[in-house]
């Protein structure tokens, strides 16, 4: 990696949000190695997964207006969720970064998305699973991420829509396309069907 | 009503199904007299919602293919849900039924969809909720109905969402997005936003 971002984070994050930056970084190098994609790159996405977190709410309202993005329902009443699109579109303008796998890594890390790259599965899952995370449930999927990437995500999946149906709030449909996708997925797997 | 399926639909389906379509027609009439809307066309569509249950899962994949349907992931791998699209269908071919509230009603009882119409609410509810019906939390679902139609539905929701996510099948994206569209109307009716 040519460049280190890690003291504009630490400007622009707060501690905390600094600190899982390093840490979805780390995780995120780690499932690269675990799964034979590109540490350097996964590192790079994993420590910029949460650029637009630097922005409040009604920033990242005015940020999404400005860069042109049509805002969904889910988005509509859930602003915070825009951290990831608006940091993905802002990496690539403000900081020059031009590799559209870390791009979209960036975009889908909160909610994921079906069809994303393999790049952007690791930091989903790095995001759930780095080490300052403590919620309970986070050992098993730790445990399920050394050893089946899709079995981690869908239990992180499933995780996060107990957790919002509890709560009473809105589910993303990017969240409940992957979670189909994943779950086709592995059953075409246990047939032998290649997908 | 002019005319009584009845006897056509004792005809085309087991009994169980006939007793729950009965079930759903009582049903359904109560929910409209309980929400100001035509008690006849709602006895109709839920009378006649499982139409397209007397067909199996591989005669439903052929009468999608003959009525130009597409699929869409989660049909393809449950197309036992495809009995409310074909049956849609055929209520208005074979029935000739053309109250376009009617047949979106049976077209969308099993997922919902967000955007359907009352009469479609009151079906999906019934649908739940019908005498014959004895999940654990029904009693619930029924006591929300007879005070607030998008409670209810919100709660039928949930504990479809839960279920399905317990057992590990496929979330239907129509179910999410009518869910949401309820939650937000449900939130701007606390504030007093007209949806």
Do not use: W
């Amino acid at each position: 990696m040519g460049e280190d971002y890690r003291e504009l984070l630490k400007q622009v994050l707060n501690e905390e949000r600094y600190l899982h930056s390093l840490g979805v970084k780390k995780a995120s190098g780690e499932l690269a190695c675990l799964y034979g994609a590109d540490k350097a790159r996964a590192e790079k996405a994993g420590l910029l997964h949460d650029y637009g977190k630097q922005f409040s709410e009604e920033e990242l309202l005015v940020k999404s207006r400005e860069l042109g993005l049509r805002l969904d329902i889910v988005e509509e009443n859930n602003p915070e969720l825009l951290h990831a699109s608006v940091g993905a579109l802002l990496v690539k303008t403000e900081l020059g970064i031009e590799d559209e796998d870390i791009i979209e890594a960036i975009s889908c890390h909160t909610t994921g998305k079906a069809g994303m790259g393999r790049l952007a599965c690791l930091v989903f899952l790095a995001d759930f699973i780095e080490e300052n995370r403590s919620f309970p449930g986070v050992e098993e999927i730790r445990e399920l991420a050394l050893k089946d990437l899709d079995k981690a995500i869908l239990r992180a999946l499933d995780q996060t829509i107990n957790y919002v149906v509890k709560r009473g709030r809105l589910l993303h449909p990017d969240s409940i396309n992957l979670r189909n996708e994943i779950i086709v997925k592995m059953a075409n797997r246990n047939r032998g069907v290649s997908s």
